[in-house]
């Protein structure tokens, strides 16, 4: 009987891993780190390298750069309301500074329907068409349409939508289900359609990549529900909860465990059973059904400073992967993993292994003696104050793991679970999972079995 391969592929923010199993046993794994390298011409290179190993589907997890979300970076798009409601989503985040879109494109228009269903003021076509003339004044082709009580009587929202695609502009509504809190799906849709152009354009370089090797209709995508999906442009935001819940599901419910995924861009505590409705965003509640995941306050790039009282502690900026760690060779600041930069774990790690600069970690100690010239401490040993910091990082990964699990059992993950594994070797209810492409070998396997259950 000839063996059946699955494609797992994972996209992050800073990086791409990909996962070629035959059946759950995986036979080729590779990262990239996108900064430096392609991720169509990774992933094509990947099944290229493996073409004895032809996968039959693949399925994706993706997960866009949250500063993509904002229209200033990703474009504006038009919004048009119920009137009164134009400022509704901006009164309801969590900032005055968050903005959905630019204030010149928000528009409202008469109509209303009550909560029962009942149209009270039908939608008079005519008070759109100045509102057209006026986008196209802009050039601006989006338009999200945000109507009261909509998902229980369409009627108003549907007329609209007909005419709008009548005039050339693309239209974004918020899913027809039962949520009963408007602002989550408003918000939902409104960044759906902020970053519809740049999902889209990720979307089509994973295609091409697979070119060749796997049919458009052969290619999966993962949302944060553990569901497929292929065109739908309602399930763009939904995307970035996709690994996480696959983690959950693979990792954690099948040995009704937590799931705490050390990975190269995050550490996340991803509950195995328990649901959040709702991502509690900067912009407010956003409609994303999702395995109940806590982003740690320890995160990989967290960067190195001097508290109020002039000793060694963790800033509350993360400095990320652009520029990186110190070494790397091109970031300025002291990062958290920057203090295993010597580690054989880390240095050996798929992905970042032949990324290590010598004359970044240098900068690295040059800074952390500096730091500690003006401190309060009265140990200049570099050596000495790494052990230190290190052992902070430890004892405060396991306290926060500790006391936010919902589980008894626990489960740690990921590409930095065996670099971290002493903060957990005094616990009898935790797990070390030595896989470390965990995000994309667990998307595979969620991935088949969602389209299993699905046939």
């Known amino acids: 009987m000839q063996n059946r391969f699955l494609l797992g592929v994972s996209v992050g923010e800073s990086f791409a891993e990909y996962s070629l199993l035959s059946d759950t046993k995986p036979v080729a794994q590779k990262r990239v780190y996108l900064a430096r390298e392609s991720l169509k011409q990774s992933l094509s290179q990947f099944v290229n390298d493996n073409a004895g190993q032809k996968p039959t589907q693949a399925f994706v997890s993706l997960r866009l750069p949250k500063k993509l979300l904002s229209y200033e970076l990703s474009g504006a798009v038009a919004h048009i309301t119920t009137e009164g409601f134009e400022h509704w989503l901006h009164l309801c985040a969590k900032s005055p500074e968050q903005t959905l879109t630019s204030k010149d494109l928000l528009f409202s228009v008469k109509e209303r329907v009550l909560a029962n269903g009942t149209v009270e003021i039908p939608l008079d076509i005519n008070d759109l ?8 004044m802009m050039d601006c082709k989006k338009v999200c349409l945000h ?22 502009l693309e239209v974004f509504t918020p899913e027809n289900n039962d949520n009963p809190h408007e602002v989550s799906r408003w918000n939902k849709n409104a960044l759906n359609a902020t970053i519809s152009s740049v999902f889209t354009d990720r979307k089509a370089e994973i295609v091409a990549a697979l070119e060749g090797v796997l049919s458009k209709e052969e290619i999966y995508f993962l949302n944060s529900s553990g569901k497929l999906f292929q065109e739908d442009s309602s399930q763009n935001v939904n995307s970035l909860f996709s690994a996480g819940t696959a983690l959950g599901h693979y990792f954690g419910a099948l040995k009704k465990a937590d799931v705490l995924y050390l990975g190269l ?5 991803i509950s ?12 407010g509640a956003v409609e994303v059904p999702h395995l109940k995941t806590i982003e740690l306050g320890v ?10 009282f002039g000793r060694f502690d ?14 790397l060779g091109r970031g300025q600041k002291p990062a958290l993993l920057d203090l295993w930069a010597e580690n054989a774990k880390l240095t050996k790690l798929p992905g970042l292994e032949d990324r290590f600069s010598p004359q970044g970690i240098q900068r690295f ?12 401490t009265r ?7 790494t052990k230190e910091m290190q052992s902070l990082t430890l004892q405060r990964l396991a306290m926060e793991a500790y006391l936010n699990r919902q589980s008894e059992k626990l489960v740690v993950t990921g590409p930095l679970a065996t670099v971290f594994a002493n903060a957990f070797k005094k616990d009898s209810h935790t797990l070390i999972e030595t896989e470390e492409f965990s995000e994309s070998y667990a998307t595979a396997l969620c991935g088949h079995k969602a389209l299993q259950e699905s046939l």
Do not use: C, R
């Open 147 to 168: 109507f009261l009580h909509s998902a229980t009587h369409p009627a108003n929202l549907q007329v609209a939508k007909n005419y709008l695609q009548e005039k050339g």
């Open 314 to 327: 963790f800033s509350k900026t993360q400095e990320g992967w652009e520029p990186g760690p110190m070494f």
């Open 379 to 385: 140990d200049s040993d570099i050596s000495h104050l």
């Open 265 to 269: 861009e995050s550490f996340l505590l």
């Open 272 to 283: 195995g059973s328990s649901w959040s409705s709702s991502w509690e965003s900067p912009w």
């Open 299 to 308: 995160q990989p790039t967290l960067g190195i400073a001097l508290n109020t």
């Open 365 to 376: 100690k040059n800074s952390f003696f500096a730091l500690s010239k003006i401190s309060q």
């Open 129 to 136: 068409e100045p509102v057209v003339a006026k986008l196209q």
